[in-house]
């Protein structure tokens, strides 16, 4: 592990630096660095694959400006997945080389560069859009979760789009801005369409979104909630301490995880790492992965 990597927020030259260096390692075949596409303001979105490309989990972060710890926590597995491959040993007792033989995986570490880096930099990462940003914001970018449109992308799936603008309306939003408002259409966004292309085209088993914060676990999505999501849902709970919850008001739809179970009636997870106040402190970092180094195995093999 790249210690010095983990000692900052993840600003996004430093994010393509970790993805090239791990590019340098893949051999193509049963590893590889790919771009999705790219951001509103043409930051790259990457993607890591591991082991087996006919059975995939997805895991996803940096849904949220603000939640990049989740993008660190994914790339904290990914050195611990990438060392335990090159010296063929166990990592919390799983031989990874093996299970990646039957287990693929692929990690979308920060899915909303933009969005990351304005809840950082502020107007500085957002050149021709400052004077929405700062319209949108009031010069606030603390509570930036949005991308640099100021749409929410986690309300931005279509899955009960219509419903997920009614909670808006009720809630006061109406227009861009920091945070939970779900855009104009389904998939206005560039962000949103890219991994939703990309999922279209692959075998993805099963879907983790990463979110922060609550220690909670979501896998429900109306009547096309797989059965299986149940039990997998339970083993993530059981391995992590995490409560099995539900989501209420405008965090009931237009998420990925939604659109995911209600396009593949496959089993979608939102793990809402961490407790307190976003954006959590780096500090927490070690601690969070510690406790969700099982869960994140058993993701990844279930």
Request: aromatic content about 10%; glycine content about 10%; overall charge neutral.
């Amino acid at each position: 592990m790249e210690s010095s990597f983990y000692a900052n927020p993840p600003t996004f030259p430093r994010i393509r630096e970790k993805m090239l260096s791990y590019q340098s390692v893949c051999d193509g075949k049963q590893s590889a660095v790919f771009p999705i596409g790219r951001s509103v303001l043409g930051r790259g979105i990457y993607a890591v694959r591991l082991g087996n490309p006919r059975k995939v989990s997805l895991f996803v972060g940096g849904v949220h400006g603000q939640e990049w710890l989740t993008c660190l926590l994914l790339f904290r597995f990914l050195d611990d997945l990438m060392t335990s491959i090159a010296q063929n040993r166990p990592l919390a007792d799983i031989q990874v080389k093996k299970a990646l033989d039957h287990h693929g995986l692929v990690v979308i570490p920060a899915l909303n560069p933009d969005g990351i880096a304005i809840a950082l930099e502020g107007l500085a990462a957002a050149p021709g859009l400052q004077r929405q940003l700062l319209a949108w914001s009031g010069g606030d970018f603390s509570r930036w979760q949005a991308n640099a449109h100021g749409v929410d992308l986690n309300h931005n799936f279509d899955a009960g789009f219509a419903l997920c603008k009614q909670a808006e309306r009720q809630a006061g939003i109406f227009g861009p801005g920091p945070g939970k408002y779900g855009g104009p259409a389904p998939e206005s966004e560039p962000e949103t369409r890219a991994i939703c292309r990309w999922i279209r085209t692959q075998p993805v088993r099963q879907l983790y979104a990463f979110h922060s914060q609550g220690e909670e676990i979501y896998y429900r999505y109306g009547d096309h909630t797989p059965p299986r999501a149940q039990l997998i849902a339970q083993v993530l709970a059981s391995s992590s301490g995490y409560t099995l919850a539900t989501p209420t008001g405008t965090a009931s739809h237009g998420g990925l995880k939604d659109w995911f179970i209600q396009a593949f009636r496959r089993p979608g997870f939102t793990i809402e790492i961490g407790r307190g106040q976003n954006p959590l402190p780096i500090e927490e970092l070690e601690p969070i992965y510690a406790r969700l180094i099982e869960m994140l195995l058993a993701a990844m093999i279930l």
